[in-house]
């Protein structure tokens, strides 16, 4: 999901909680903040020494424990980014990440797998993205990973 996408829903839906699934059954609880909002930049090279750069929006949830109020309303979301948006302008064509962890599940970024938009509320279902070999991806030679990898074919 780009971080327009998710901002424009934000704004077609101002009155609905907004609840974020980050594992089946497992939802942030009531009451959690928007702590920080991130424009990330990363550069990189691959294995087979290749650069790649992105541009991310990480938007990190946290919570204090005590599961008392209710679930954020995309009114006050929106708030907080249009606050961040004063301040550090954001890529509006990013993927948009959602950063969170607790005392029984180490911190993660998770990217959106699919958005429930329903009467009373919304529901954002997360995943944590595996890692990947990117020249493998990128040749499409998931079949040869053996043969590629470990040889001096050049894609790792």
């Known amino acids: ?3 327009s996408e998710f901002l424009a829903l934000l704004e077609q839906n101002p009155e609905k909680p907004l609840l974020f699934e980050y594992e089946t059954g497992q939802f942030v609880p009531k009451a959690y903040h928007i702590t920080e909002i991130k424009n990330v930049s990363i550069e990189s ?13 990480i938007v990190q949830l946290w919570h204090n424990g005590i599961e008392i109020g209710s ?12 606050i961040v948006e004063k301040v550090k302008p954001l ?15 180490r911190t993660s970024n998770f990217k959106v797998q699919d958005v429930v938009n329903q009467d009373d509320k919304i529901t ?3 995943f944590v993205e595996p890692t990947a070999c990117k020249p493998i991806l990128e040749l499409n030679i ?13 894609c790792c």
């Open 91 to 105: 890529v509006q064509e990013t993927e948009i990440y959602f950063e969170y962890g607790n005392k029984t599940m």
């Open 71 to 82: 679930y954020m309303e995309a009114k006050k979301a929106k708030k907080i980014f249009d």
């Open 124 to 126: 954002f279902k997360l």
């Open 142 to 154: 998931l079949e040869k990973v053996s043969a590629c990898c470990g040889t001096s074919s050049g």
């Open 1 to 3: 999901m780009k971080t």
């Open 45 to 57: 090279v691959d294995c087979g020494g290749r650069p790649h750069s992105e541009k991310q929006t």
